[in-house]
């Protein structure tokens, strides 16, 4: 079955704009959540969705947001772009919440480059 | 959330076993203890995961101590496919907090 997908791949923003990046997850995983991952943070939790609710945030300003539709479909969106915000974003989908009694899958993530 | 501690980097040599250690002195008795690696250029991959008894998989086998305040990942005969970041998480609210990890570095 086709895994996790994330689109676009590459993007390239400037500073001030806004951003939305989409993730597909597995067909049958209700849950997604999303991770930012920079060389000095590492990786760190931004949200997760499960059957269209907001479960979890991480420590992260309101200008990330997300949503999750009806068909698992999720999207994140970052406004007002700093140059900081320019990292690989990761989406993982699970069938329940993950860090339960399940294993989940991620994507290929997205590379945005803040200039 | 409850923390583990995880060796910087280890080394280890093709073909031979690999024992990756991590300690979790604060674990709850409702954590689960998930391992997932991160390839050079990729997404984390899913490694293996338990709560208490030892678990074994295709991968991977999980060694959790009998007071589940350590565990250890370990991989019967390294590759070099298996030269990657190890994270040890716990958790058991839907979000995974990956620390810094053990870079395994597989030689020749």
């Known amino acids: 079955k086709a895994g996790v997908t994330q689109t676009p791949r590459y993007l390239i923003k400037t500073r001030g704009q806004q951003v939305t990046l989409s993730c597909s997850p597995i067909s049958g995983h209700r849950s997604v959540s999303w991770y930012q991952q920079t060389p000095g943070q590492g990786l760190q939790f931004l949200f997760e969705y499960f059957s269209e609710t907001q479960r979890n945030k991480g420590n992260f300003p309101g200008r990330f947001s997300g949503r999750q539709f009806s068909n698992s479909r999720s999207e994140m969106n970052v406004s007002t772009l700093e140059l900081g915000d320019s990292a690989l974003y990761l989406c993982?989908?699970?069938?329940?919440?993950?860090?339960?009694?399940?294993?989940?899958?991620f994507g290929q993530g997205t590379r945005l480059t803040v200039v | 959330d409850a923390k583990t501690t995880q060796p910087n980097s280890m080394e280890s040599n093709e073909e031979e076993p690999v024992h990756l250690p991590c300690n979790h002195s604060?674990?709850?008795?409702?954590?689960?203890i998930h391992w997932y690696r991160q390839l050079p250029s990729q997404g984390p991959e899913y490694v293996i995961h338990?709560?208490?008894s030892n678990v074994n998989n295709r991968m991977a086998s999980l060694a959790i101590a009998e007071d589940r305040k350590s565990s250890t990942l370990i991989l019967h005969r390294a590759t070099l496919r298996d030269a990657a970041v190890y994270y040890c998480?716990?958790?058991?609210?839907?979000?995974?907090?990956f620390g810094q990890g053990t870079t395994l570095q597989v030689k020749p």
């Open positions: 998480i716990l958790g058991n609210t839907g979000k995974l907090i």
């Open positions: 338990g709560l208490t």
């Open positions: 993982a989908s699970s069938s329940s919440p993950a860090s339960v009694n399940t294993e989940a899958f």
């Open positions: 604060t674990i709850s008795g409702t954590d689960y």
